[in-house]
Antibody, heavy 117, light 112 residues
Framework: EVQLVESGGDLVQPGGSLTLSCTAS????????MTWVRQTPGKGLEWVAN????????QYLDSVKGRFTISRDNTKNSVFLQLSSLRVEDTAIYYC??????????WGRGALVTVSS | DVVMTQTPHSLSVTPGQPASISCKST???????????LFWYLQKPGQPPQLLIS???NRFSGVPDRFSGSGSGTDFTLKISRVEAEDSGVYYC?????????FGHGTTVEIK
């Protein structure tokens, strides 16, 4: 059974940093690109970042470029999202997803990031 | 960015009746590879979204055949032939033809 489990969500002050982790099971992580999607009450669902199978290519939403970094460790079945220079508007539930053919076929349950002073 | 516009914002449906949701994009979702990158998701309260339809009309594994997707280019429709109580939630369309991949704002389906 395919499972994606996010961890690392927390309350952080504006300007702060945080790293989210996604642990994958039930499939061979190195066979798939991986994606982070976030959800806020105001902006709804928003694609954040992609990473290719070996981590050599990354794609980002413009508003997070230079602040967020997606990475992966296939030997540990894990994908990461480093968030820095956090803003109030980055407050969201962050989902780890698997995008074969650009369709998000499996999702984790999400990690809540709250940016507030 | 490709803007995805869903209508209606919400609808209330009697069990057994049909339901239809429209999704329009500001650019064609037909890619050079011949694939139409339009997807439909359903999000139930407290859960992540779940994939219903990919490439405009392909039902994902395990999705009941009362769900169907249609359309091409910039105009798409999700239809539920006979709504059941478990179909309540928020439905989203999403485009994957151009980065950033973007979602519609959602259509809330309430079962009467």
């Amino acid at each position: 059974e395919v499972q994606l489990v996010e961890s690392g969500g927390d309350l952080v002050q504006p300007g702060g940093s945080l790293t989210l982790s996604c642990t994958a099971s039930g499939f061979t992580l190195s066979d798939y690109w991986m994606t982070w999607v976030r959800q806020t009450p105001g902006k709804g669902l928003e694609w954040v970042a992609n990473i290719n199978r070996d981590g050599s290519a990354r794609q980002y939403l413009d508003s997070v470029k230079g602040r967020f970094t997606i990475s992966r460790d296939n030997t540990k079945n894990s994908v990461f999202l480093q968030l820095s220079s956090l803003r109030v508007e980055d407050t969201a539930i962050y989902y780890c997803t698997r995008p074969p053919g650009r369709r998000f076929d499996y999702w984790g349950r999400g990690a809540l990031v709250t940016v507030s002073s | 960015d490709v803007v995805m516009t869903q209508t209606p914002h919400s609808l209330s449906v009697t069990p057994g009746q049909p339901a239809s949701i429209s999704c329009k994009s500001t650019e064609t979702l037909l890619d050079r590879d011949g694939t139409t990158y339009l997807f439909w998701y359903l999000q139930k309260p407290g859960q992540p979204p779940q994939l219903l339809i990919s490439e405009a009309f392909n039902r994902f594994s395990g999705v009941p055949d009362r769900f169907s997707g249609s359309g091409s280019g910039t105009d798409f429709t999700l239809k539920i032939s006979r709504v059941e109580a478990e179909d309540s939630g928020v439905y989203y369309c999403m485009q994957g033809v151009r980065l950033p991949w973007t979602f519609g704002h959602g259509t809330t389906v309430e079962i009467k």
